[in-house]
């Protein structure tokens, strides 16, 4: 198989990182956000995809066979305050890259395409996106199935690891616990939580193999976020009895959450050979590397 050259946006963020870390060194890749921080600067060229100048010059320099496109704005709650900037970076943006692209877009999207009434999903259920974040991805998706260039398109959910430069659920927990800081933590939000590492592994064997289509990713087991920070603590010999059960309804958060969300991935395994990863190896291996 020839190695591709792959444009990456979105590359300083969560996910980003981790396709850093897994990428073979014979690939070729172009790391591109929009802001970067002083560490990444000599590695990551600037990119902003809501700038359709500032996509064609890069285009232009760089001629990928395909965009690995992880921009986007996640902030949930952020996207309910301030819709308008999250359809342009997570739709329009989407839009730009498909009006001067031709080749092959892989897109990431969410579980919070449904509303959470009855997760785990497949990938022909019924969405129901419940808040502005969940609708401009689900918007962002019909952008690339009806633009008719070639698409993948991976739903996730809940993506973690103990990244040291940004706020992670891991990092929270496990740094909270560590000072003896209390927690509390929602008993009532249901996924398959996916560490951001084996998620990059499959996006790029799926670049690799040409993939198209819609599939469903995550991880192997379907807990709720108490139950993921007991997970947590155990595996770093933490003190549970810091982490107290909320419901989500107590957080007053300004974006309603899909609470029985999650990912069935039978679909994507049988078809590319894939293994959902179990939660115990993606913790351990995380617990190796930062060597505690
Ligand atoms: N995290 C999850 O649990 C989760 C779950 C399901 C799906 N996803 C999807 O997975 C993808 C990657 O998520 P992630 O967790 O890696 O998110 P992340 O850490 O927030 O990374 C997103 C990156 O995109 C950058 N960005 C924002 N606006 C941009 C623009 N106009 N031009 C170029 N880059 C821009 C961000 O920069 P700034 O930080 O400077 O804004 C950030 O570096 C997203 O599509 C997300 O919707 C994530």
């Given at each position: 198989?020839?190695?591709?050259?792959?444009l990456?946006?979105?590359?300083?963020?969560?996910?980003?990182?981790?396709?850093r870390?897994?990428?073979?060194?014979?690939?070729?890749?172009?790391?591109?956000?929009?802001?970067?921080?002083?560490e990444?600067?000599?590695?990551?060229?600037?990119?902003?995809?809501?700038?359709?100048?500032?996509?064609?010059?890069?285009?232009?320099?760089?001629?990928?066979?395909?965009?690995?496109?992880?921009?986007?704005?996640?902030?949930?709650?952020?996207?309910?305050?301030?819709p308008?900037?999250?359809?342009?970076?997570?739709?329009?943006?989407?839009?730009?890259?498909?009006?001067?692209?031709?080749?092959l877009?892989?897109?990431?999207?969410?579980?919070?395409?449904?509303?959470?009434l009855?997760?785990?999903?497949?990938?022909?259920?019924?969405?129901?996106?419940?808040?502005?974040?969940?609708?401009?991805?689900?918007?962002?998706?019909?952008?690339?199935?009806?633009?008719?260039?070639?698409?993948?398109?991976?739903?996730?959910?809940v993506?973690?690891?103990?990244?040291?430069?940004?706020?992670?659920?891991?990092?929270?927990?496990?740094?909270?616990?560590?000072?003896?800081?209390?927690?509390?933590?929602?008993?009532?939000?249901?996924?398959?939580?996916?560490?951001?590492?084996?998620?990059?592994?499959?996006?790029?064997?799926?670049?690799?193999?040409?993939?198209?289509?819609?599939?469903?990713?995550?991880?192997?087991?379907?807990?709720?976020?108490?139950?993921?920070?007991?997970?947590?603590?155990?595996?770093?010999?933490?003190?549970?009895?810091?982490?107290?059960?909320?419901?989500?309804?107590?957080?007053?958060?300004?974006?309603?959450?899909?609470?029985?969300?999650?990912?069935?991935?039978?679909?994507?395994?049988?078809?590319?050979?894939?293994?959902?990863?179990?939660?115990?190896?993606?913790?351990?291996?995380?617990?190796?590397?930062?060597?505690?």
């Amino acid at each position: 198989m020839t190695a591709k050259r792959i444009l990456v946006t979105g590359a300083a963020g969560q996910l980003g990182q981790a396709v850093r870390d897994v990428r073979s060194p014979e690939a070729d890749f172009i790391f591109t956000d929009v802001v970067i921080p002083p560490e990444l600067t000599p590695t990551t060229e600037v990119m902003d995809i809501t700038d359709r100048k500032s996509i064609g010059n890069i285009l232009d320099e760089t001629q990928p066979d395909c965009i690995l496109n992880l921009a986007a704005m996640t902030d949930v709650d952020g996207c309910e305050l301030k819709p308008e900037l999250a359809n342009r970076i997570n739709v329009e943006s989407v839009k730009n890259l498909r009006e001067l692209f031709s080749g092959l877009i892989v897109h990431i999207s969410t579980d919070y395409v449904f509303d959470g009434l009855a997760g785990p999903y497949h990938e022909d259920d019924p969405v129901h996106p419940l808040s502005v974040y969940g609708q401009t991805k689900r918007d962002s998706e019909l952008v690339l199935q009806n633009a008719g260039g070639p698409f993948c398109i991976i739903r996730t959910n809940v993506v973690f690891d103990y990244t040291r430069t940004r706020a992670s659920f891991v990092k929270w927990v496990v740094d909270s616990l560590k000072a003896g800081q209390p927690i509390r933590v929602v008993d009532d939000q249901w996924n398959n939580p996916t560490w951001t590492v084996d998620l990059a592994e499959k996006l790029l064997v799926l670049i690799q193999r040409d993939a198209h289509g819609l599939y469903h990713y995550g991880g192997a087991d379907y807990l709720n976020r108490y139950q993921f920070s007991h997970r947590i603590a155990d595996k770093f010999h933490l003190d549970k009895a810091l982490i107290s059960r909320i419901s989500t309804s107590e957080l007053n958060q300004a974006a309603p959450r899909p609470l029985k969300g999650g990912l069935h991935t039978d679909t994507i395994c049988r078809k590319f050979n894939f293994a959902p990863l179990p939660l115990n190896e993606a913790l351990d291996a995380i617990k190796q590397r930062l060597g505690t």
